[in-house]
T-cell receptor, first 113, second 111 residues
Framework: DAGVIQSPRHEVTEMGQEVTLRCKPI?????LFWYRQTMMRGLELLIY????????DSGMPEDRFSAKMPNASFSTLKIQPSEPRDSAVYFC???????????FGSGTRLTVV | SQQGEEDPQALSIQEGENATMNCSYK?????LQWYRQNSGRGLVHLIL?????REKHSGRLRVTLDTSKKSSSLLITASRAADTASYFC???????????FGTGTSLTVIP
């Protein structure tokens, strides 16, 4: 298995633009998570899905953030409009069952200028 | 919100020495995990310990859990330069499957 695949690896965009981050989880994993990592706040859980259904989105910072999982092999995290304070590394992770270890993707480094 | 806090924030040791990192958390947990993150990379799962377990081993890694003190420790024995990374603990609470990560310990192993 190729692991959790995220794209793009790097994204530089101007303030106000829409940004879409993509994730392909490991096949057969029922859980998918989106995290954000910054120096100031560390790793923050944004949202997670179980069997493509959003379970907890309490970590989504604002209405500008939205996430979807249309099928078991694909998820997106969208920021519209983007702001400089959204600059961070965004990680996607998946796991096979409740309480199991996560497999993380390599992350998307987002810079909003 | 962050559930765990690692101590120390940074640790520098010579190759061959043992490294010990601690994690304290706030509320009762079901499971606790340790992860490693190399600079600029994603996190790698190291070991999971359940709340009814007290100690687990994996190769050069030893993890202990003390639920009465709400703390865990990660011991890396005979450290190598390749162990240089940040180490995070993560805990799950409640009935969900979400893990909350601590602040991390930055470990530097000097060759």
């Amino acid at each position: 298995d190729a692991g959790v695949i995220q794209s793009p690896r790097h994204e530089v965009t101007e303030m106000g633009q829409e940004v879409t981050l993509r994730c392909k989880p490991i096949s057969g994993h029922d859980y998918l998570f989106w995290y954000r990592q910054t120096m100031m706040r560390g790793l923050e859980l944004l949202i997670y899905f179980n069997n493509n259904v959003p379970i907890d989105d309490s970590g989504m910072p604002e209405d500008r953030f939205s996430a979807k999982m249309p099928n078991a092999s694909f998820s997106t995290l969208k920021i519209q409009p983007s702001e400089p304070r959204d600059s961070a590394v965004y990680f996607c992770a998946s796991s096979s069952y409740r309480g199991s270890g996560y497999t993380f993707g390599s992350g998307t480094r987002l810079t909003v200028v | 919100s962050q559930q765990g806090e690692e101590d120390p924030q940074a640790l520098s040791i010579q190759e061959g020495e043992n490294a010990t990192m601690n994690c304290s958390y706030k509320t009762s947990i079901n499971n606790l995990q340790w992860y490693r993150q190399n600079s600029g990379r994603g996190l790698v799962h190291l070991i999971l310990i359940r709340s009814n377990e007290r100690e687990k081993h994996s190769g050069r890694l030893r993890v202990t859990l003390d639920t009465s003190k709400k703390s865990s420790s990660l011991l890396i024995t005979a450290s190598r330069a390749a162990d240089t990374a940040s180490y995070f603990c993560a805990t799950d609470v409640g009935t969900g499957n979400q893990f909350y990560f601590g602040t991390g310990t930055s470990l530097t192993v000097i060759p």
